[in-house]
């Protein structure tokens, strides 16, 4: 299988932000609600929120879910 110039970048970005812990998508989208209602209070993420912010950065599908979650409560503030 080869890949086009915008995969393998995208292939490595994702390699350089893996950590050593880090949530599956299931466990995500457990905390994404509450992730999303402290960053719209404007308070500083926890530690508990890291693996979050990770996962969000490289999965595009769960990172989709936040955004809509996002909106979402702003739309009901």
């Known amino acids: 299988m080869k890949l086009d110039e915008r995969q393998l970048s995208d292939l490595l970005r994702t390699l350089t ?3 050593n812990a880090e949530l599956n998508c ?3 989208l457990a905390a994404v609600a509450a992730y999303a209602e402290s960053e719209l209070a404007g308070k500083t993420p926890t530690e508990a929120f890291h693996q979050v912010q990770q996962h969000l ?5 769960c990172n989709e879910e936040y955004r809509a979650l996002l909106e979402a409560i ?3 503030s």
């Open 17 to 19: 932000l893996t950590e």
């Open 26 to 28: 299931e466990e995500c």
């Open 57 to 61: 950065k490289v999965c595009a599908d």
């Open 74 to 76: 702003q739309g009901i």
